[in-house]
């Protein structure tokens, strides 16, 4: 069963434009939500993160958006550069006797276009 | 620097043949973690080791095993019993908390059958 759901699969954004990325988690229990970036043939590199306590965290040009009561986060990324061109992945954490784990939604693939 | 080494980059395994895939941090992190990704999906959790010595199952844990000796280490056996072993490995550190606590991955081990 799939906890965290991510969409679109794949997006394409014009070079200065906004890319949206959309999650929805099930498990109340989740409490930090990180944004990971990868490139082909790598490995995934944190992009940005927030806990529920926070409704936005803004990192340059990155945002996420966390909505507590809808179960849903998102991330912006403003002024898109063809450098932005990736696969990002948002996940969910609980914590606890079992440990720091991460649950990952599916993925969306990012084209800019210059 | 500090970070996560994965070796081999690239690995071929023929049928019947276990294979170890190596994963070394110096980052001085409690907990490790090794995870599949198949392509155009997200990541899913094989197993995971908050200490020395100790290690859990995650969600896919079947056809696979990990030993985890030294804080540094935790190499993941592909055994002969995972029928479908080609996808691509992520090796992952943590400190450990009660928080949730951002993940860094390694650059991947690309495993495919002969």
């Known amino acids: 069963q799939q906890q965290v759901k991510q969409s679109p699969q794949s997006l394409i954004v014009q070079k200065g434009g906004i890319s949206i990325i959309n999650c929805a988690y099930e498990?109340?229990?989740?409490?930090?939500f990180p944004w990971y970036q990868q490139f082909p043939g790598k490995g995934p590199a944190l992009l940005i993160a927030?806990?529920?306590?926070?409704s936005e965290k803004k990192e340059g040009r990155f945002t996420i958006s966390f909505n507590k009561s809808a179960k849903q986060f998102s991330l912006h990324i403003m002024d898109s550069q063809p450098g932005d061109s990736a696969t990002y992945f948002c996940?969910?954490?609980?914590?606890?006797?079992?440990?720091?784990?991460?649950?990952f939604g599916g993925g969306t693939r990012v084209l800019v276009k210059p | 620097d500090g970070g996560i080494t994965q070796s081999p980059k690239y690995l071929f395994r023929k049928e019947g043949q276990n294979v170890t895939l190596s994963c070394e941090q110096n980052?001085?992190?409690?907990?490790m973690y090794w995870y599949r990704q198949d392509p155009g999906q997200g990541l899913r959790l094989i197993y995971y080791?908050?200490?020395?010595?100790?290690?859990q199952k995650g969600d896919i844990a079947e056809g696979y095993s990990v030993s985890r000796e030294k804080k540094e280490s935790f190499p993941l056996t592909v055994t002969s019993a995972q029928k479908n072993p080609t996808a691509f490995y992520l090796c992952?550190?943590?400190?450990?908390?009660?928080?949730?606590?951002?993940?860094?991955f390694g650059d991947g081990t690309r495993l495919s059958i002969l």
């Open positions: 498990n109340t229990a989740f409490d930090y």
């Open positions: 992952a550190s943590s400190m450990r908390s009660d928080r949730g606590q951002p993940q860094h």
């Open positions: 980052l001085n992190h409690d907990a």
């Open positions: 927030i806990r529920p306590d926070v």
């Open positions: 080791s908050q200490i020395v010595n100790d290690f």
């Open positions: 996940a969910a954490s609980t914590t606890g006797a079992a440990g720091n784990k991460l649950t």
